[in-house]
């Protein structure tokens, strides 16, 4: 399926990485840190460079002051349709339930995110927002809301889509986009896209607004052009970016196009508070989505699961920052720790110890689970003795034959609604000595039984 092929894709770009893509991905990743280092100034020096361009500034320190700002400026320029290119910080935000509780017609034209508002749920991946559906659920939710006459041809269901979509083009008086980064050194919005939705709603409607978190934030032009080399091979397997802009505000005197009033919105809603902890480095985060396609945790539960806008491992860390650590108690549990998120993240940020942090501010703060003590010291002497271990493994295999597809307590909550993965009818070690049996190490002895280690102790305190 699509899933699949996308997941291969990665797959083979991330296995064919060259010393060329390291040295870029410190480069990327030293632009943010640096950008972070300096985020107070930047800020300010964005401000003025991006008055200086048209743009009008406003600054949220929350979702609902940011969803009042949108629906002011709507009224001040008596918009009634609304169109939107893709943004995961709209969806943090509730932009669209509040501008539709207002009464504004609001319509998403990124393909994926405008299937997803007409089946009325959320996105599943941040890069790919309806990975989660299949073709045959695609053409369902389009026949069912559009009206569209059934096909299964994909490219007849994007051509559908596309003349739908271009009459909301035509007749929006208002565009809202994101902003991939915000440039300080010229006060302009860097925006990546493939689809050229995002083009058409910052360029037709006669209102942009641009809604951007505050570390969005790079230096330079330089820094900008590091950053989209590193963005698309990490989130798609691309070169580049099917569309790569710097936008600079409405048009001008002479220009025939672009909007008549530009605004950008500067959001906060808990980054300032993120920025005074040890979490800070994850402000970096780009949206690629790279980690998520190498979390084998998140390829294997999907990314609703994760209960928020951010799934993968990159949520694990910013939801609980973002709606409290009480409130999503699971989620830096959520991982197997492997290290593939970092491996893969563009920018080098070191999910695996943040959320190894956040464990330890579980504890500290009381918000364990109950038994879970207890828990891990049955963990700790099973692993810890070779044959309680090789014990419990004979056990669990027995134990699942038995019940098979019942599992019992918080297990069952799982086997309802997909298959429990089978635990391997041999464990590793056997099937090692069958293979070279030249090697077979025998049974498993403990420690103490082994005598003296063969190694020099020389030198060794």
Known sequence: GTRTAYYRRLDTMFAHSDEHGEFMRQQAAEAKRRALRELPDLLEKAERNLQKNGYQVEWAEDAAQANQLVLDIARRHHVRTVTKSKSMLTEELGTNHAMEKAGLHVVETDLGEYIIQLAGETPSHIVGPVMHKTKSEIRDVFVRELDMAPTDNAEEMVAFARRMLREDFLSADMGISGGNFLIAETGSIGLVMNEGNGRMCTSLPRVHIAIIGIEK?????????????????????????????????????????????????????????????????????????????????????????????????????????????????????????????????????????????????????????????????????????????????????????????????????????????????????????????????????????????????????
């Open 217 to 461: 934030i790079v230096d330079t032009v330089e820094d900008y052009i590091t950053l989209t080399q590193v963005l698309p091979s990490s989130s798609t397997g691309q070169k580049m970016t099917v569309y790569t802009n710097i936008l600079n505000g409405p048009s001008h005197d002479g220009e025939a196009d672009g909007p008549e009033h530009a605004y950008v919105i500067l959001v906060d809603n808990g980054r300032s508070d993120i920025y005074a902890t040890k979490y800070a480095e994850v402000l970096s985060c780009i949206r690629c989505g790279a980690c998520q396609n190498a979390c084998p945790v998140y390829r294997t539960m999907g990314g609703h699961a994760y209960g928020w806008v951010y799934g993968g491992p990159i949520g694990a860390v910013l939801t609980p920052l973002f709606v409290g650590l009480e409130n999503a108690t699971p989620l830096p549990h959520a991982s197997s720790l492997c290290g593939s998120c970092k491996q893969v993240c563009p920018v080098d940020i070191d999910l695996p110890r943040m959320l190894l942090d956040l464990r330890w501010d579980l504890v500290r703060e009381g918000e364990s689970k109950a038994g879970w003590d207890a828990a891990m010291k049955m963990w700790a002497i099973g692993m810890t003795s070779p044959t309680r271990f090789a014990l419990g493994g004979k056990a669990a295999r027995a134990g699942q034959a038995i019940m098979g597809d019942y599992m019992p307590g918080v297990l069952g909550n799982w086997s309802k609604h997909r298959d429990f993965p089978e635990f391997a009818p041999k464990p590793f070690r056997q099937l090692w000595g069958e293979r070279v049996p030249t090697l077979n190490p025998g049974p498993p002895r403990s420690p103490a039984s082994r005598g003296k280690l063969p190694i020099k102790r020389e030198g060794l305190s």
